[in-house]
């Protein structure tokens, strides 16, 4: 089985991701870390143990960075809902938090497993930059890391020329990227495309009706009534998920390698602009199979 970190601002596109990977029989999750993005970190950090307990699992989840680098924090609430999922809970997870630094957890782990540790940082990058910083030679024990931020080729989400994740914290994105490893990006112009789910997509998930599928319908809501207002459609865009999937089964996955840029400040703060070139280290995903991404998300809530 394949060794993952999940690393994790969860919200409601986090916890799908989170039950996507729990699911599935070919990924064995040894850890949650959390940043603060989304939600701040005790949010966050809540999120993920609840999700998990849904799930039935008892993954050990680490609490890490409570802010970006060099900026103050700015959530996301009002789009994910106060509690950050939705506005369904409140939700109190049984377990505990473990007591250890996330960034130190993370480094233990990679030591642990050498070249075997895949990671996938679904949230601002903060922790994962903070990893390279504090041990660079544990840093390039990673054997694979995906990164869901970004606008890649297209436009932003938080602004017209930025993606959320990397604009909360463009410090940790301008490090990882240009850390010299191999960095899968799926990034928000792939999400549009590919990882969105329209009317009938919702319809497939209620057909479902487990708990889980309930619990991904119900904390998609608040976005929904969102896009309906702002963009007049019946559609929601999953970027986690969708990096999820990617993760799974990355075989229709398109790539192309790149070398990167991150502005850092002003109002193109969290731009990622992408040069083509063959020994580029960061891989920008630009074609995803939407067939696979709703088989695996569907597979995942079925009991």
Known sequence: MRKIIIDTDTATDDAIAIIMALRCKDLDVVAITTV??????????????????????????YKGASGPLKRKLETSKFFHGKDGLGDTGPHKPKGKIRKTYAVDKIISLLKEYPNELEIIAIGPLTNIAKVFKKDPEAFRLIKSLYVMGGIGEGKGNITEFA????????DAADIVLNSGIDVKVIAWDTTQLYGYLNEKNFDDLEKINTPLSRFSIDIQQRGLEYY?????????????????AVMIDERDTIYK???VSIILNGEKRG?????????GKVQLATKVSRSNFLNILKSSLKK
């Open 257 to 259: 390698k790149s070398k």
């Open 36 to 61: 603060a993005g989304n939600v701040d970190i005790d949010l966050a950090t809540t999120n993920a143990l609840y999700t998990c307990e849904l799930c039935g699992y008892k993954i050990p989840v």
């Open 228 to 244: 309906k207002v702002k963009y007049n459609e019946h559609k929601i865009d999953l970027a986690d998920p969708l990096a999820m």
């Open 163 to 170: 993606e959320f994740n990397f604009w909360v914290d463009p």
């Open 271 to 279: 731009r990622d602009s992408y040069k083509f070139i063959d020994s």
